[in-house]
């Protein structure tokens, strides 16, 4: 059973950067691949980014490319998401998830693919 935390949420004003982190526990760290996914006010739970087990298989939703970063460090079992040039749109609470990954070259964009969430972490852009 893996458990997941997130911290690093906050409220910051449109233009600004936070840096998420998710920490793990309960599991092998690196057999899993990490995702991030957002829950707006009134709406789905939508992707957001992931990252395969070895670090190098990531993929971004359209929106946030080119604004966040994810990635890994395996030695600390902890995942982060880096935004950069936040706006108001980004608003949502922000969760991680992980999933049993057989190799480093798997990442997953589809919610149902992730087993563990965490329990969320709030971010606010003020515009």
């Known amino acids: 059973q893996v458990q997941l935390v997130e911290s690093g949420g906050g409220l910051v004003q449109a233009g600004g950067s936070l840096r998420l982190s998710c920490a793990a526990s309960g599991g092998i760290f690196n057999l899993y691949a990490m995702g991030w996914f957002r829950q707006a006010a009134g709406k789905e739970r939508e992707f957001v980014a992931t990252?395969?087990?070895?670090?190098?298989?990531?993929d971004y939703t359209d929106s946030v490319k080119g604004r966040f970063t994810v990635s890994r460090d395996n030695a600390k079992n902890t995942a982060y998401l880096q935004m950069n040039s936040l706006k108001s749109d980004d608003t949502a609470i922000y969760y991680c998830?992980?999933?049993?990954?057989?190799?480093?070259?798997?990442?997953?964009?589809?919610?149902?693919?992730?087993?563990?969430w965490g329990q969320g972490t709030q971010v606010t852009v003020s515009s």
């Open positions: 998830a992980a999933k049993f990954s057989v190799a480093n070259s798997q990442a997953f964009t589809l919610r149902s693919d992730y087993v563990y």
């Open positions: 990252i395969g087990r070895g670090g190098s298989n990531i």
